[in-house]
């Protein structure tokens, strides 16, 4: 075996391979700047917003559920035209466009946290969320789009890598803010939206200064389109050009199926949050749970992805989704033999991450950057917003059951014994069919079907398909 097929240098090849993007434009680097910026202060709101709903601004576990409904279904809506949107405007334009909006949007739900119980707060809350999800969607079509665009065909695979990097340095620091913000400074947890601002003025500073050049990068030696300045595509062409694929809704399908695999980050967000609340208590560092899942895909992409890359992407795709299908039965396992409740959720939800993160690095990076690598010149944000079309439809569904699930497997527990729940889990006279273990079992099952189905349709997707 050569030096160049040994494991010690696929590690160096990886690094090595970061070289190429001495070639790429200052543009990207400002997109990396923007994307972790962005990336800390949406986390940050994932992480507790329906914490914050309840607690802030007044909504019950349902009542919560449905206002993030209301946020994700338009989200789902928006990120069906987003991409389109962003092809016509521009990436710069949109980037504009779309951090004002979040910043404006942010402003009026400060605002409304101010504001007395009986006036109009919870209509103030529910119109600024369903205006901030158009916005959001925007951004992180831009944010795909842009990375393709400033980097080269070279250099692309280190760009969405160090992207996805990026990202999860922010997610990171979005989970240590919650707690740094709430227990720390002991502020109300609606002040992420405060944080919001402040990011996304420094964004607004960032596009002026980094974004000036949205070409597509070359590479030397690679060949360069003839520009024959066809009349620019209304939105509605864009979108029909992309229907006509087959590829693209083949793709879909398979995403479709492993939406329940997806939709276990939506629970770190919806479930997760009140789970461990109410099971370890009120003092739980939510924060710093939500925060081992980008720090393990930081550690991850550094030791994994120089061996992951040595295989079939659609392998990683559905061998990825078993991996994270199967973490979701860690976190479902009561405490035994007397264990403290709270000190085993801790060691049960840290498990949990762990496996989750390993098969989230397994898929996770290689679909953002196939879905990129199929779409036509120019339809770039269109392709990859249409392909997030069924995981936000998944999102809406979720979000509407939310609060009913919570309520029935994980009910909030009287104000006066805040670990009346953990209690009852302790003496063993919660049934397991009764408990929030039971939720877990649920979701995870859901997860393997989709999955399942996935592993036995292979000749299908892999048909006349470039994995």
Known sequence: MTETESGESFIVKYFRDFKVLKETRKEYWGLQVINMLDCIAYFALFNIIVI????????????????FTVFSSTATISLFISGVITDWLG????????????????IFLVGAAYMPANTFRDVVVIVSLFLMAPFMSMLQTVFQAANKRFTTKKSRGAGFNLWYLFMNVGAAGGGFLVDIMYKGMNLPRFHIFTFGIITGVLCILAVMYFIKNTDQLHGEGEEV???????????????????????????????????????????????????WLRVIGPDANIGALQAFNPIFVIIGLILLIPILNKFNVYKMLVFGAL?????????????????????WTYGTTIAFLLILTVGELIWSPRLQEYTAA?????Q??????????????AKTFVSIISGHMLARWCPKPPVDNPLALQEKIASGTLAFIDSPYMMWVILALVALVGTIAAMVMKDWFTKDAHF
Do not use: C
Request: proline letters at 6%.
């Open 52 to 67: 914050s709903l309840s607690e802030d601004y007044g909504f019950n576990d349902v009542n919560a559920g449905y206002v």
């Open 91 to 106: 990436i710069k334009k949109a980037l504009y466009i779309s951090v004002i909006g979040l910043i404006l949007t942010r």
């Open 225 to 275: 389109e003839e520009d024959k300045h066809e009349e620019k595509k209304s939105p509605w062409q864009i979108a029909k050009a992309v229907a006509s694929e087959p590829v693209f809704w083949r793709f879909t399908v398979l995403i479709t199926l492993l939406l329940g695999v997806r939709s276990v980050f939506l629970y770190l967000g919806l479930l997760h949050p009140k789970f």
């Open 323 to 343: 991996i994270t299908s199967i973490s979701m039965f860690v976190i479902a396992i009561p405490p035994m033999g007397g264990a403290d409740v709270a000190a």
């Open 374 to 378: 199929i779409a036509p010149k120019g």
């Open 380 to 393: 770039e944000g269109t392709y990859l917003g249409l392909s997030m079309v069924p995981y936000f439809l």
